[in-house]
C-alpha cells in the first residue's frame, strides 16, 4: 500500500480554513526549519487512505481479542466524547492552574480514586506507560533509601516469570537484577527469597497474579521476608484487571504500584498509546512522588513542589486524555461494577480455560484473568508450532494470544479473555482452537502456512523488528 506521502499531490487542499479574523501575527522568529513536508490530499483521499490501513490490522472493535497481560477489552465509546469535550480537549499544558480548575479536579478525583482502589496513600499520573510507571517507582526506592542514608541497596529482586519491562526499568533506573526462580507451580520459590534478600536489595518486583495468571499465596509471607530485610514490595499492577475491587496490594504488603490506565481502566491501546502508568504509593513514599504535585486549597488546585520529589517524568502532565477516560470508567462502573468487571474478567477465563482445558494447560489451579497453554505436545506429535496456531487463528477471526511468554513456559500460548467478551465469543474461540489442533493431525500444512484470509501474510518477524519500515 503506498504512504500518504506517496498518494500527495501537489496543491490537492482537504481543508477550507475560515477567514482569518484576528491580528496577523509574524511568526518567522519562532519557525524551526524553512520547509515543511506534508501529504497533499482531498478529504475523501485521507479518509480512504485511513480505512484502507484499518482494514489491514484486527482491533478491539473487531472481535475477540485475548492477548494475554495486555487486557485488550472492549471501551465504551461514549469515553471517547467525554474525554473530546472542548474543556479537556483544549486545554493548554502551559494554562494557569486557575484556568484549568476543572481539569486538575479530574486528576486529584481520579488519583483519589486510585488510591482507593490500590489501598495507597500518594499518587502521580505522569508516567505515560507502565514500564514508564515502573521506572518512576524505582528512582522513588532510590530516592527513599539514599534520605535514610542507605546507599547500599544496588539490588532488584524479580521473579523469572516477570514481564520484560520489569528487569528493564530496574536497569534504566540504575539498578541491578537478580533473578528469583519460581517453584514448580509459577509461585515465587521462597527458599531462593530468603537466600538472596539482604541488605543490598533495594525492592523486590512482583506480579500478582503472576503472568501465568495464578494468584501469588504466599504474598504475606514474601512481604514479611522483603521488609525483613529492610527492602521496599513494589506491585507490578498492570494487570489489576483481575483484582480490582477484591484485594488491594496495599493490603498485601506493598509499597508502591503502578497501574496502566491503558489496559484496566478503558483506554484503547495498542499501536503505540497513548498510554498512562501510574504510580501510586504509601504515605512514607509520597515525598518522593514526581513534581508537579495537585494540590488541593480552600481557593481552589494549585501545583505544588516537594522537596525530596524524584523530579519532574514526563513533560507536562502524562496522557491527560486517558485519565478522562478512566475516571469515565470508574464513575460509570462504581466500586461494585469494579469488582464485577474483576469478577467476570476471571469467570470468563476460567471458562474458557475449561472449555479447552484437554489442550495442554500449564498448572492444575484455577486461573485468575489469563491462563497459559503450552503447545510442546503439539509441537513434538505434529511439528505445528505455537505461532501456527495463532496464525490460524487468524483465519478464524480472533486476535492471536500472547506466544512464547511467559519465558519459563515451552511453546506458551497465553489467553486473555476480558470481562467484555461474551460467551458466545468465547465459545467460538474454544471451537476454533478445537477445529485448529485437529487441523494439526490431520494438514499440518495448513496451519505451517496460515493466515490465508489476511493482505499480509507471514512477514519475516526477526527482520521487522531489527529494521522496522515503519511507513512503508
Ligand atoms: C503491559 C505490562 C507492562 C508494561 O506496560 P506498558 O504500558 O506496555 O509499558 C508491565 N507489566 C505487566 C505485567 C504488563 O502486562
Not at 477484591?246 to 483506554?267: I, W
Not at 494549585?302 to 477516560?325: I, Q
Request: charged letters at 25%.
Amino acid at each position: 500500500m503506498k504512504t500518504v506521502f506517496e498518494k500527495s499531490v501537489k496543491g490537492r487542499r482537504g481543508v477550507q480554513p475560515s477567514a482569518l479574523d484576528v491580528e496577523r501575527y509574524d511568526y518567522e522568529s519562532y519557525r524551526l526549519r524553512e520547509e515543511l513536508v506534508l501529504p497533499e490530499l482531498s478529504e475523501p483521499e485521507v479518509a480512504a487512505h485511513y480505512t484502507a490501513l484499518s482494514k489491514r490490522t484486527f482491533g478491539v472493535d473487531d472481535g475477540f481479542y485475548p492477548l494475554g497481560s495486555c487486557t485488550m477489552k472492549y471501551n465504551p465509546k461514549l469515553h471517547e466524547e467525554i474525554a473530546a469535550l472542548p474543556g479537556f480537549a483544549n486545554a493548554h499544558p502551559l494554562a494557569r492552574a486557575d484556568k484549568v480548575q476543572g481539569c486538575l479536579a479530574v486528576i486529584d478525583t481520579l488519583s483519589a480514586y486510585l488510591a482507593g482502589i490500590t489501598g495507597m496513600d500518594g499518587v502521580t499520573l505522569q508516567p505515560c506507560a507502565g514500564a514508564h510507571g515502573e521506572y518512576t517507582a524505582l528512582l522513588m526506592v532510590r530516592a527513599y533509601h539514599r534520605s535514610r542514608g542507605d546507599e547500599k541497596r544496588t539490588k532488584v529482586l524479580i521473579p523469572d516469570s516477570a514481564h520484560g519491562t520489569n528487569p528493564a526499568s530496574a536497569v534504566m533506573a540504575g539498578f541491578e537484577v537478580v533473578t528469583l526462580r519460581s517453584a514448580p507451580d509459577g509461585s515465587v520459590d521462597l527458599d531462593d527469597l530468603k537466600a538472596k534478600a539482604g541488605e543490598d536489595t533495594a525492592a523486590l518486583m512482583l506480579t500478582n497474579p503472576s503472568t501465568l495468571g495464578l494468584f501469588e499465596k504466599n504474598v504475606l509471607e514474601i512481604a514479611g521476608i522483603v521488609h525483613g530485610a529492610g527492602a521496599l514490595m513494589y506491585y507490578d499492577g498492570a494487570n489489576l484487571n483481575a483484582i480490582m475491587g477484591v484485594v488491594r496490594p496495599g493490603d498485601m504488603g506493598f509499597d508502591l504500584v503502578h497501574l496502566n490506565l491503558h489496559k484496566t481502566f478503558s483506554a484503547p491501546h495498542g499501536g503505540g498509546g497513548p498510554g498512562s502508568g501510574p504510580v501510586c504509593c504509601k504515605a512514607e513514599l509520597t515525598p518522593f512522588l514526581p513534581d508537579p504535585q495537585i494540590v488541593r486549597t480552600e481557593k481552589g488546585f494549585r501545583f505544588g513542589r516537594g522537596d525530596w520529589s524524584v523530579g519532574r517524568v514526563s513533560a507536562f502532565y502524562g496522557n491527560f486524555g486517558v485519565y478522562v477516560k478512566a475516571l469515565a470508567y470508574i464513575v460509570a462502573l462504581g466500586g461494585k461494577g469494579l469488582r464485577e468487571a474483576a469478577e467476570t474478567a476471571v469467570l470468563n477465563a476460567n471458562y474458557l480455560r475449561e472449555k479447552i482445558s484437554y489442550f495442554y494447560p500449564v498448572g492444575d489451579r484455577r486461573c485468575m484473568h489469563e491462563f497459559v497453554l503450552s503447545m510442546r505436545r503439539l509441537r513434538d506429535e505434529t511439528g505445528v508450532t505455537a505461532a501456527d496456531v495463532a496464525k490460524g487463528l487468524i483465519d478464524r477471526g480472533i486476535h492471536p494470544p500472547t506466544m512464547y511468554f511467559p519465558l519459563i513456559v515451552e511453546d506458551a500460548l497465553m489467553f486473555e479473555p476480558t470481562e467484555t467478551a461474551s460467551k458466545e465469543m468465547l465459545d467460538a474461540a474454544a471451537d476454533a482452537l478445537k477445529e485448529i489442533i485437529a487441523l494439526a493431525y490431520s494438514d499440518p500444512d495448513a496451519l505451517r502456512s496460515a493466515p490465508h484470509t489476511t493482505p499480509v501474510r507471514r512477514p519475516d518477524e526477526a527482520a521487522a523488528a531489527r529494521n522496522p519500515v515503519v511507513k512503508g
